[in-house]
């Protein structure tokens, strides 16, 4: 089992920047990949970010490449979304969520690929 908690969502004006945060616990850290994805209202999740449990790989929408940095710091058992230059249409509700298999060697970009889902962070950009 793993508890994912969201942080460091809310409210920025379009061209700001926000770090979002997501604790883990329940199981080695440093064992399984992570991902991040966002829901807006009336719509489906959808995948942003993810990275390899060994940190190495990263994978992004292309929506957000070049804007987003997914990270993990394996000591705090925490993985982060650094969202830069935000846009209205980031608005949404942000997830993470974690891979149920240790030392995956293919990260998964579809919500299909994660077992453990966090309860979400509400991000909201004004014009």
């Known amino acids: 089992q793993v508890q994912l908690v969201e942080s460091g969502g809310g409210l920025v004006q379009a061209g700001g920047s926000l770090r979002l945060s997501c604790a883990a616990s329940?199981?080695?850290?440093?064992?399984?990949?992570m991902g991040w994805f966002r829901q807006a209202p009336g719509k489906e999740r959808v995948f942003v970010a993810a990275?390899?449990?060994?940190?190495?790989?990263?994978y992004y929408a292309d929506s957000v490449k070049g804007r987003f940095t997914i990270s993990r710091d394996n000591a705090k058992n925490t993985v982060y979304l650094q969202m830069n230059s935000l846009k209205p249409e980031d608005t949404a509700v942000y997830y993470c969520?974690?891979?149920?298999?240790?030392?995956?060697?293919?990260?998964?970009?579809?919500?299909?690929?994660?077992?453990?889902w966090g309860q979400g962070t509400q991000v909201t950009v004004s014009s």
């Open positions: 969520a974690a891979d149920g298999s240790d030392y995956a060697s293919v990260v998964s970009l579809h919500r299909d690929g994660y077992d453990y």
């Open positions: 329940g199981r080695t850290f440093s064992n399984y990949a």
């Open positions: 990275i390899s449990w060994s940190g190495r790989s990263t």
